[in-house]
């Protein structure tokens, strides 16, 4: 007797499986001892997905009191932190803040203005400060966060001293403004040894597409003027210009002049790059900003879709990543949105190389290269925004301007 093939399931009710499992393991992974409370891949990007996935799932069970108390270890865990958006402290306050604002714990804004405090004088005094200028790890996110507090009523103080320093880590010539990444940052990197004299990085995670997307993202929601932030996005814009390869399939590289193109991901190529320019065109009220990052968002369509550079679903450079990021940045394009369907038929399946097969085995849970990515990938497909807005850090074009200012 022959048995019948199992039917697979369809793509509804997959995702559903796959955030309902997501959850469970998450849940599990913080009620435990933490060795990683960060954003990017630890504690604070796992408790935002639970409260996003816990929302999107019907009849799913948040354990609100464990939320409490984990917003606790979130606040008590930042004074051992070094700064940074993804790894460090500025991270862990921006989820303990969110967390705290959706459940209405009434725990974090105390800890958040004597953090400001802090922050502001590491700026002013350059101090304890990290040496990048990246969205990552640099002084980028520190003025993502700071333009977060600013947003909801904090002194912007903190800001305008983060944009200093970026301004003061320019290079600038007669194509521009660039950030040059050293020898030594990069060293026993694949780009270190393809550029072993330093290079200008071209990608949002740690080159010039993310301080494009920190500088439009920071004017777009200013509440007080800042002299030299908008000469500065507009002298980035001009060495971006200079550095696009036109007529290509792919409009930049790696670095600039790379002749060759990056892979279509949020933190190199194309994608990300769309994003950066979406905030751009946010800041300076400039309509043509959004059609250059309209014609990046669909040259990717003449790109076969096999060779757009996918490696893994995760979102920071793969297939998950894609569709959520063309979802927020292609509006209701009808070819964007079957790309997006395309990008997630590339990991939302029961074969053994998709991410339920991988979550029967020793699963990275992380947000940026992890499970818990691409389970809020799923939760999204319908296009409704959630209550918390867990994204920020990675500036989705307009999304991250999307969440309400709520007074501190």
């Known amino acids: 007797m022959t048995l019948p093939m199992p039917m697979p399931r369809p793509p509804q009710a997959l995702r559903q499986h796959l955030m309902r499992s997501v959850l469970a393991r998450l849940a599990a992974s913080v009620a435990g001892a933490w060795d990683n409370p960060s954003y990017a891949s630890g504690a604070a990007g796992h408790l935002l997905a639970m ?151 071209m990608g949002v995670a740690h080159g010039q597409a993310g301080v494009l997307a920190t500088l439009g993202y920071a004017l777009a929601g200013m509440p007080a003027p800042h002299a030299g932030a908008r000469a500065l996005l507009t002298e980035a814009l001009a060495f971006l210009r200079h550095h696009e390869h036109t007529g290509q399939k792919s409009h930049f590289g790696v670095v600039a002049g790379d002749a060759d193109g990056a892979r279509c991901a949020w933190c190199y190529g194309d994608l990300g790059m769309a994003g950066a320019l979406r905030l751009a065109a946010a800041a300076l009220a400039a309509p043509a900003l959004d059609d250059w990052a309209d014609r990046l968002l669909h040259s990717m369509r003449r790109r076969p879709l096999g060779e757009l550079g996918f490696v893994d679903p995760w979102l920071c450079h793969g297939s998950a990543g894609a569709g959520w990021l063309l979802r927020q940045l292609g509006g209701d394009s009808a070819d964007l949105a079957d790309m997006a369907a395309a990008c997630d038929a590339l990991h939302l399946h029961e074969g053994a190389g998709g991410v339920v097969a991988r979550l029967e085995q020793a699963p990275q849970l992380s947000l940026l290269e992890g499970m818990a990515g691409v389970a809020l990938a799923c939760a999204h497909v319908d296009g409704r925004p959630p209550a918390l807005h867990w994204s920020l850090p990675l500036l989705a074009g307009r999304n991250a301007l999307a969440p309400p200012i709520h007074p501190r």
């Open 51 to 201: 409260a996003v996935l816990a929302e999107r799932c019907p009849d799913a069970r948040l354990d609100v009191a464990l939320m409490e108390d984990c917003v606790q270890r979130l606040l008590g865990a930042i004074p051992q932190l070094e700064h940074g958006l993804y790894q460090g402290a500025e991270g862990v306050m921006y989820a303990a803040l969110e967390l705290d604002r959706h459940f209405g714990f009434g725990l974090a804004q105390d800890a958040a203005c004597d953090f400001d405090d802090y922050l502001h004088d590491c700026l002013r005094h350059e101090r304890d400060l990290p040496y990048r200028f990246d969205l990552i790890s640099g002084i980028s996110g520190l003025a993502v966060y700071a333009g977060y507090r600013a947003r909801q009523g904090a002194d912007p103080a903190a800001l305008h001293a983060a944009l200093d320093r970026l301004g003061a880590m320019a290079s600038r010539d007669e194509r521009g403004a660039s950030w040059f990444t050293p020898p030594a940052w990069v060293h026993g990197l694949p780009m270190g040894q393809a550029y072993p004299l330093g290079c200008v990085d």
